[in-house]
């Protein structure tokens, strides 16, 4: 890893919002799923929420590439589970629906701690949902259609979101908000990924870093890294 992205990495990781969040309900094609994480990123999300319609979704959805690899993914069985353990961190829970009781997304103030529940392409938000969530909110539209893609719907709401905590200086965090251990898995695994592999393989712990993303580890370790690992015996 080099000094400079070691530091990109770093300044990246000063900027993640760790109560701004999305929840994917039963959201069904890879590609949404991918622009979705994809805007996640780039507002400064760390983890998004999925419940997901099927096992081959799940499946999918944990061997995606490209932004899967800066924000964490964390699967819930259900709605109620999913929203459970939102609001047990403090977040108000809003639901793009479209209703008598909706209100204009961007009337939200999303400097509190804040989950929207994204609702699948095909049935949009599921009644659990909505009778889970704190409040409706929808994207005023002047067309013949009633409804965005949902990750363009994703996009917009998360840009308002951004553009509220920017206002608030919310991205000018002189340390990041994540927790020490995360932030050394993430240097470690996305400055070294080939060493972060093997370790995992052999058990290993990933050793400090210096202040130029360069590993600090003992004799030890390295010798354990590089040792040779038994072929495992093919049952025929």
């Known amino acids: 890893m080099t000094p400079d992205r070691y530091q990109r990495i770093q300044s990246v990781l000063a900027t993640r919002q760790t109560d701004l969040t999305v929840c994917m309900e039963e959201v069904h094609k890879p590609n949404n799923v991918s622009a979705i994480v994809r ?17 081959k979704m799940r499946m999918l959805s944990h061997t995606s590439a490209g932004a899967r690899n800066w924000v ?17 961190q403090g977040m108000q829970v809003l639901a793009t629906n479209l209703s008598d009781t909706a209100i204009d997304f961007r009337d939200v103030d999303y400097t ?12 949009g938000i599921t009644q659990e949902a909505l009778a889970l969530a704190d409040q409706d909110i929808i994207i005023p539209m002047v067309g013949m259609v009633q409804s ?12 308002e979101a951004q553009r509220q905590r920017q206002n608030a200086g919310m991205y000018d965090q002189a340390t990041t908000q994540l927790p020490e251990e995360v932030v050394h898995r993430i240097l ?3 400055g070294h ?9 052999k058990g290993l712990p990933y050793p400090p870093l210096d202040d130029e993303g360069q590993i600090m580890a ?19």
């Open 39 to 55: 805007t996640a990123d780039a507002v400064g999300i760390h983890k998004v929420h999925a419940v997901w319609p099927d096992d």
């Open 72 to 88: 964490e993914l964390e699967t819930h069985d259900t709605m109620v589970e999913a929203v459970q353990h939102l609001k047990s």
């Open 112 to 123: 509190k701690p804040t989950a929207i529940i994204l609702g699948g392409e095909k049935n």
């Open 148 to 159: 965005l893609n949902v990750s363009v719907a994703s996009a917009l709401i998360l840009y």
């Open 188 to 190: 470690f695994e996305r």
């Open 193 to 201: 990924p080939v060493l972060a592999k093997v370790a995992r393989r």
């Open 218 to 236: 003992d004799d030890a370790w390295w010798a354990t890294m590089q040792a040779i690992e038994p072929k495992k015996n093919k049952q025929k």
